[in-house]
């Protein structure tokens, strides 16, 4: 039998695989246990990434927490709890002057990040973020602020990208941060809102949040659904449409519906935006407060007598004893099927108890025009006036004018209200 012979050679490299497979087992333990700075770094690409290289080893952060590492072109933070990111350009030299991890933005919880809008770049920070673009610079926006941007979309809503970081308001009580195409203001007892726009530039005129308004309590709104926009303030609101222009309104009136017959030839939005638009020429603001169905059969159709101020009838006494959620000086309107004698509404109403009747076929300027009334206005024989004689069918000027005296006796009415 012969003898079974081994090549040597073969041996060695049998020795020499099994010295590899140790190699292989040594790097995967070198790389577990290796930083995530360094994992991080390696992941961009190392020093043939666009990093470059490192110019400081890693090292503990001032605040004895994280960790960091400085490259040629940015910097990688590492953060126990929120892991390793980097940080570079104008984002990495915004967060460097705010006092790096120190600061109240604390460590990065993002890579710098293109924005949804593909133009620009931001970083988020466990207290806040940055956000660059090529025309704003960086600014960092942060805490109740952040949030309302963040609710209305970022760089991509109205607002745009940030043009300041958020700052301490003149008056020394609250913060703001303007943006590109507004601000938003931020107070301990109002919380944070934007402002934009003409109401921007009203509101800035006036002085600001040390103006008579005080700090926003609302976003811009659409009024009662129409093209009329609007923002409230501590003392007061700013009012705009395309036709009453800007409006600071310090007055309002408070209004309570009440439906025995649901409108046919104009929403009640509709209605109320018209009133709303020509109040807003004597700086009232109109407050649509509640609605409420009334199942009335009798007084669909109320009679009114002549519909004198001062007189009414027994219907009327009837129909205006409905006032629930009531209050002060509210006022309130009754809708119905229609008044006898047949006229669009009657102002007319008991002492004690303010408001009017509208039937459901009425104009646009009906309300407005009953109101009007109510508050202390008489008829004029001018179809381009609010308070026409000849039915507001026949406005022609929409909207009605109100003249100066007619709007000082609406605010003096002791049932508007200063705000």
Same mark, same amino acid.
């Given at each position: 039998?012969?003898?079974?012979?081994?090549?040597?050679?073969?041996?060695?490299?049998?020795?020499?695989?099994? /010295?590899?497979?140790?190699?292989?087992?040594?790097?995967?333990?070198?790389?577990?246990?290796?930083?995530?700075? $360094?994992?991080?770094?390696?992941?961009?690409?190392?020093?043939?990434?666009?990093? !470059?290289?490192?110019?400081?080893?890693?090292?503990?952060?001032?605040?004895?927490? =994280?960790?960091?590492?400085?490259?040629?072109? =940015?910097?990688?933070?590492?953060?126990?709890?929120?892991?390793?990111?980097?940080?570079? =350009?104008?984002? #990495?030299?915004?967060?460097?002057?705010?006092?790096?991890?120190?600061?109240?933005? !604390?460590?990065?919880? $993002?890579?710098?990040?293109?924005?949804?809008?593909?133009?620009? *770049?931001?970083?988020?920070?466990?207290?806040?973020?940055?956000?660059?673009?090529? %025309?704003?610079?960086?600014?960092?926006?942060?805490?109740?602020?952040?949030?309302?941007? %963040?609710?209305?979309?970022?760089?991509?809503?109205?607002?745009?990208?940030?043009?300041?970081?958020?700052?301490?308001? &003149?008056?020394?009580?609250?913060?703001?941060?303007?943006?590109?195409? !507004?601000?938003?203001?931020?107070?301990?007892?109002?919380?944070?809102?934007?402002?934009?726009?003409?109401?921007?530039?009203?509101?800035?005129?006036?002085?600001?949040?040390?103006?008579?308004?005080?700090?926003?309590?609302?976003?811009?709104?659409?009024?009662?659904?129409?093209?009329? #926009?609007?923002?409230?303030?501590?003392?007061?609101?700013?009012?705009?449409?395309?036709?009453?222009?800007?409006?600071?309104?310090?007055?309002?009136?408070?209004?309570? @519906?009440?439906?025995?017959?649901?409108?046919?030839?104009?929403?009640?939005?509709?209605?109320?935006?018209?009133?709303?638009?020509?109040?807003?020429?004597?700086?009232?603001?109109?407050?649509?407060?509640?609605?409420?169905? /009334?199942?009335? &059969?009798?007084? $669909?159709?109320?009679?009114?007598? =002549?519909?004198?101020?001062?007189?009414?009838?027994?219907?009327?006494?009837?129909?205006?004893?409905? *006032?629930?959620?009531?209050?002060?000086?509210?006022?309130?309107?009754?809708?119905?099927?229609?008044?006898?004698?047949?006229?669009?509404?009657?102002?007319?109403?008991?002492?004690?108890? &303010?408001?009017?009747? @509208?039937? *459901?076929?009425?104009?646009?300027?009906?309300?407005?025009?009953?109101? !009007?009334?109510?508050?202390?206005?008489?008829?004029?024989?001018?179809?381009? *006036?609010?308070?026409?004689?000849?039915?507001?069918?026949?406005?022609?000027?929409?909207?009605?004018?109100?003249?100066?005296?007619?709007?000082?006796?609406?605010?003096?009415?002791?049932?508007?209200?200063?705000?």
């Amino acid at each position: 039998m012969s003898k079974l012979k081994i090549d040597p050679n073969l041996v060695l490299r049998e020795e020499q695989l099994v /010295l590899s497979e140790h190699q292989i087992r040594s790097i995967q333990d070198l790389l577990k246990y290796q930083h995530p700075i $360094t994992q991080k770094y390696l992941a961009l690409g190392g020093s043939g990434g666009w990093l !470059g290289p490192n110019t400081t080893p890693i090292t503990k952060c001032p605040d004895g927490v =994280g960790s960091f590492q400085h490259y040629a072109n =940015g910097s990688i933070y590492y953060h126990p709890s929120t892991g390793a990111h980097e940080v570079h =350009g104008l984002i #990495r030299a915004r967060w460097q002057s705010l006092g790096w991890e120190r600061s109240f933005l !604390g460590y990065p919880i $993002t890579d710098e990040t293109a924005t949804p809008d593909g133009i620009g *770049r931001y970083n988020h920070f466990q207290g806040g973020s940055i956000y660059w673009s090529p %025309s704003t610079g960086a600014w960092e926006v942060h805490g109740a602020i952040r949030a309302k941007y %963040s609710s209305l979309g970022w760089e991509r809503s109205f607002l745009g990208y940030p043009l300041t970081n958020e700052m301490t308001c &003149p008056d020394g009580i609250g913060r703001y941060n303007h943006f590109q195409g !507004g601000s938003i203001y931020w107070s301990p007892s109002t919380g944070a809102w934007e402002v934009h726009g003409l109401i921007r530039e009203q509101w800035k005129a006036l002085g600001w949040e040390r103006s008579v308004l005080g700090y926003p309590t609302s976003d811009e709104l659409a009024v009662f659904g129409g093209t009329g #926009r609007i923002s409230h303030f501590q003392r007061g609101s700013i009012y705009w449409s395309s036709t009453a222009g800007t409006r600071v309104l310090r007055e309002r009136v408070r209004i309570h @519906v009440k439906i025995l017959e649901n409108p046919t030839s104009f929403t009640l939005n509709q209605q109320f935006a018209a009133m709303q638009e020509v109040f807003a020429v004597a700086g009232i603001r109109v407050d649509w407060v509640t609605t409420e169905n /009334l199942s009335l &059969p009798t007084l $669909t159709d109320v009679d009114v007598g =002549g519909c004198f101020m001062g007189q009414t009838t027994a219907e009327q006494n009837s129909l205006f004893g409905n *006032r629930n959620f009531m209050g002060g000086n509210d006022l309130v309107v009754y809708y119905v099927r229609s008044t006898v004698p047949g006229y669009n509404g009657c102002a007319a109403h008991p002492a004690g108890r &303010p408001g009017c009747v @509208v039937v *459901r076929s009425a104009s646009r300027w009906t309300l407005a025009h009953e109101f !009007g009334h109510v508050l202390g206005l008489s008829h004029v024989s001018n179809n381009d *006036r609010l308070m026409t004689g000849l039915g507001t069918f026949n406005i022609t000027n929409p909207p009605p004018d109100l003249i100066s005296s007619e709007s000082t006796t609406m605010r003096n009415s002791t049932l508007s209200t200063q705000l």
